[in-house]
C-alpha cells in the first residue's frame, strides 16, 4: 500500500504550538511514518512530537537542509516515497490525497502555494517575492518554469538519491528544484492552500537579517549550480568538437 511506503519528514525549531496538530492531521490522511527532525527547540517540541506518535531524530547543527538530510539518513527501508512538510501549521494538507494519486506519473510534486488566492495572499510580500526571483532565475537557467519553491513536496526517494543532494541551508528547496530538471524528474505543482504559521517565529522571513542571509544563499546556491552547469555543457561541446575533428593522415 502506497500509504506504508511514504516517510513524512518535518524539520522542527519551536514548534511546540503548532507540532501535534499537524501530526494528528497526517494522521488522518493515513499517514503513520511520521519523523520530526528537532532543529535545536528550546521548548516542548520534542515532547508533544512523540506524544503525538512521530519519531524524534536531533539535529543539533542549525539549518533547514541539515535538518532535512538527518531525515533522510534514517529513512526506513521499505520506504519508497518522502514527503516533506513545516512543522508551523501552515501547510494546508487538503490536497494530499492528488499528491497521491500523481505518484502514478511523477518523480517530484510540489505544492504550489502561489496558484491558489488565499495561499498567494498569505505568504508575506518577502516570500512573494523571493519566489518570483528564483523560480524566474531557474527558468531562464534551466528552461523549466516553477510557479513556487513551496515546503510541501513529495518524492521519489530514489529520484532524491539521484539527485545527490548538497545544500544544508536554505538553499535545500532551490537546489532540489534545479536538480530535478536535469536529472530529468517528471515534475507536477499541484495548487494548494496557505496559511500563515500558526505557532513559533520564521526563521526565514521573520526578520530583515534571516530574510537577507536567505535571500542571499538562495541566489549563491543558484549561481553555483548554474555555472556547474555551464562547465558540463561546455566540456561536453569540447568532446562532441574533438570528435568531429577529421583526422590528419
Not at 110 to 115: E, Q
Request: aromatic content about 8%.
Amino acid at each position: 500500500m502506497l500509504l506504508e511506503r511514504i516517510l513524512v519528514i518535518i524539520p522542527v525549531l519551536n514548534e511546540e504550538h503548532t507540532i501535534t496538530n499537524v501530526i494528528k492531521s497526517l494522521h488522518c490522511y493515513g499517514l503513520t511514518k511520521i519523523m520530526v527532525v528537532d532543529n535545536g527547540s528550546t521548548d516542548k517540541s520534542v515532547e508533544k512530537s512523540i506524544n503525538a506518535g512521530a519519531k524524534v531524530m536531533l539535529e543539533p547543527i542549525a539549518g533547514y537542509g541539515r535538518a532535512c538530510w538527518r531525515g533522510i539518513q534514517n529513512t526506513p527501508l521499505n520506504c519508497d516515497w518522502i514527503l516533506f512538510c513545516d512543522g508551523d501549521g501552515s501547510d494546508d494538507l487538503k490536497q494530499l490525497p492528488k499528491f497521491l494519486e500523481a505518484t502514478n506519473k511523477y518523480d517530484l510534486i510540489l505544492g504550489n502555494r502561489r496558484a491558489t488566492k488565499i495561499g498567494r495572499s498569505a505568504m508575506t510580500p518577502v516570500q512573494n517575492f523571493g519566489n518570483k526571483l528564483a523560480t524566474f532565475l531557474i527558468g531562464l537557467g534551466w528552461g523549466y518554469w516553477y510557479q513556487d519553491l513551496g515546503p510541501l513536496r513529495l518524492i521519489r526517494k530514489s529520484s532524491l538519491e539521484r539527485i545527490r543532494m548538497r545544500d544544508r541551508g536554505f538553499g535545500w528547496t532551490v537546489e532540489m528544484q534545479a536538480r530535478a530538471i536535469e536529472c530529468g524528474l517528471k515534475i507536477s505543482e499541484i495548487p494548494v492552500g496557505y496559511r500563515r504559521r500558526q505557532g513559533g517565529r520564521s526563521k526565514i522571513s521573520g526578520t530583515i537579517k534571516g530574510s537577507f542571509q536567505a535571500g542571499t544563499i538562495i541566489l549563491a546556491t543558484l549561481g553555483k549550480l548554474y555555472l556547474k552547469r555551464l562547465w558540463k555543457m561546455i566540456k561536453l561541446q569540447r568532446n562532441i568538437n574533438k570528435l568531429r575533428k577529421p583526422r590528419q593522415i
